[in-house]
């Protein structure tokens, strides 16, 4: 599920490498720009088979467009909108196996099928999300939900 050779480990030990690499990554930076632009830089080179990493941040009551990897993607997306608006509203992670069979699903890149998005808490308030598409269907699974949530409670002490 990674890109490079020195993750050859279990999927639980890429990942555990992954979020060692994420510390280092952020360590003395107090940035929120800089830390969520690395973030998702180093996402991008790490997972396989995906097609969009990247943030939206909260502003009133929609999601704004934050540092990504990929191609242009929408702008803003209201709280009520597609699979980042219900991580939003729910606080809580989404994992779609098919983005196609999902209610309201907006589609920026045509070529997403599955998605996990993680919202991102400080303090109990929404700062915003983490949203990951691939162009397989049905690409996350428990471990990979688990750990991306890991890697943003990991992110949220450097925001």
């Avoid at 940035?31 to 990247?54: E, P």
């Avoid at 688990?146 to 409670?153: D, N, P, Q, R």
Wanted: aromatic share 8%; charged share 25%; hydrophobic share 40%.
């Amino acid at each position: 599920m990674f890109h490079t050779e020195q993750f050859n480990g279990t999927r639980e030990q890429n990942y555990e490498l992954l979020l060692s690499q994420l510390r280092a990554l952020l360590q003395g930076e107090d940035d929120r720009i800089a830390n969520l632009s690395n973030a998702s830089s180093l996402l991008n080179q790490f997972l396989d088979d995906t097609n969009w990493v990247g943030f939206y941040l909260s502003k009133g009551d929609e999601l704004v467009l934050g540092p990504f990897q990929g191609l242009p993607a929408c702008v803003r997306i209201p709280y009520h909108k597609g699979v980042c608006g219900k991580a939003a509203r729910e606080r809580s992670t989404v994992r779609v196996a098919d983005v196609h069979e999902f209610p309201g699903h907006i589609a920026c890149d045509a070529a997403s099928r599955s998605e996990l998005v993680v919202p991102i808490l400080l303090n109990g308030e929404l700062f915003g999300v983490l949203d990951i598409d691939s162009p397989s269907l049905n690409r996350f699974d428990e471990i990979d939900q688990h750990y991306m949530e890991k890697f943003v409670k990991e992110l949220c002490s450097h925001l």
